[in-house]
Structure formats: C-alpha cells, structure tokens
C-alpha cells in the first residue's frame, strides 16, 4: 500500500490492493460460515434431539469449544497441512483454503452451540405435537430447524462476526501473504507492528463499518422475511 495514507485515501482512490484485502477477507469468512453452518446446524439439531450416554458431556465440550484459541488452532491446521503433516499432499498451506479450513473449525462450535440451544427451546415447546403426530427424527429436524430459521440467523451472525475478527489462525496458515492471503485483521497486525497507527486504525474502522453492513442486511432481510411469513 502507498505510504502515508490513510485507509480512507486508500478507499476514496480506488486503492486495487486495498479492494484485494476486502474482497478476501469477505470471501474468506462467508465460505468459512457457509461451511460452519452446514456442519453446525445439523450437528446442534442432532445434540438437541438426541438423547445419549455423556450427552451432557457432549454440551459442555462443545459450550466450551466456542472459545477455542486461535493460535492453536492454526498450528493445528498448520500441521495438518505442512508437506509432513496427513493432508500435506494438498498442497493447501499458505493459501486461502487453508484460511477457510481453520476458520471454519472456529465458527462451526459457535454455530452448532447457539443452534443447539436454539433447536431445544423450540423442541420442549413442539415435542408433544410432533410426537403425536408420530414424526421421524429427520423430518423433526428440518421442522425445528425450518421453524427457528429466523433464530439461526443470530447464530450466523456470531459465527460471521468471530471469522471476520480472526487474526491468529489465518496468519499461520496464511502466512498473511501480500495480495495472496492478507486479509483485513493480519494488514491490521502488520501496519500496527511497523508504527504505521493510522493506516491500522483505518483499517479497523473499514473492518468495523463492514460487520454492521452484513449485521444491518442480515437484520432487515429478516424484518422482511418475518413480515411476509405473517
């Protein structure tokens, strides 16, 4: 990026590295969301309805994976996908599938988590209805998950706001690579670590403005949605 200038400037000119960050950034963390919710949304539902041996067990793990570190995950993903590690024939470190993988192992406890709870209220509440209507544990599922969609969007959105905020886990795997890998959180560690405060505040408040964007469409979309289903 020039010298000397602030993140606004860099905007205002149509700075293409500038553009590059954003693009990858968003990119990065929808497709680690995306992910996150297939395998979260499922997987919440499934806990919720499911009664097991160690299910409580089961909860408290994955209450507690919401705060998985970062950094270890990184290292974990780096491992993985170092030309030593089991997945290193990929050929996927320090590229931006690496970053959705380790973000994506981040997000999708978040997700599964707040479904789970979500899909259990709903389920103590429909329980006697759907069992006498004799429905299976699969159309159970879609039901409850159909019926608190509107929920599951605050899940999403927690999962989106804990990927477009990661710093530790991406600059591993990431290796936070000029016009490959930086996103807008490693530009931001980077202008910071070099003394360069108002490009990285910039670059925090272009972050910021970015999150309340997705936060306000996903909002109003639900208005919508919910006015229209009523």
Do not use: C
């Not at 395998?39 to 499911?50: K, M």
């Not at 969609?149 to 899940?155: D, H, K, P, V």
């Not at 490959?180 to 108002?198: H, N, Q, V, Y």
């Not at 272009?206 to 964007?213: D, E, M, P």
């Amino acid at each position: 990026m020039p010298e000397h200038l602030s993140a606004l400037d860099l905007v205002l000119t149509g700075d293409p590295a500038l553009f590059a960050i954003v693009r990858l950034s968003i990119a990065v963390s929808f497709s680690a969301v995306l992910l996150a919710a297939v395998l979260g949304v499922p997987l919440g539902a499934a806990i919720a309805l499911s009664s097991f041996p160690g299910r409580d067990a089961a909860i408290v793990m994955l209450n507690a994976m919401m705060g998985l570190p970062p950094v270890v995950i990184g290292l974990v993903v780096y491992l993985a996908l170092s030309h030593s590690g089991p997945l290193g024939a990929w050929g996927l470190l320090f590229t931006p599938q690496a970053m959705v993988i380790a973000q994506t192992i981040l997000v999708t406890p978040i997700i599964a988590a707040l479904a789970r709870q979500t899909i259990e209220d709903l389920w103590l509440e429909y329980r006697d209805e759907l069992t006498a209507m004799e429905v299976g544990p699969m159309r159970r599922i879609a039901t409850l998950v159909w019926d608190a969609r509107f929920s599951l969007i605050t899940a999403l959105l927690a999962g989106f706001g804990r990927a477009a905020a990661e710093v530790g886990a991406v600059i591993i795997v990431g290796g936070n690579i000029d016009g490959f890998t930086r996103t807008m959180t490693t530009a931001i560690a980077l202008e910071t670590s070099k003394g360069d405060l108002p490009l990285a505040i910039g670059l925090g408040l272009v972050l910021i403005a970015i999150v309340v964007a997705v936060n306000a469409l996903a909002w109003a979309l639900r208005r919508a949605a919910e006015r229209l289903a009523g």
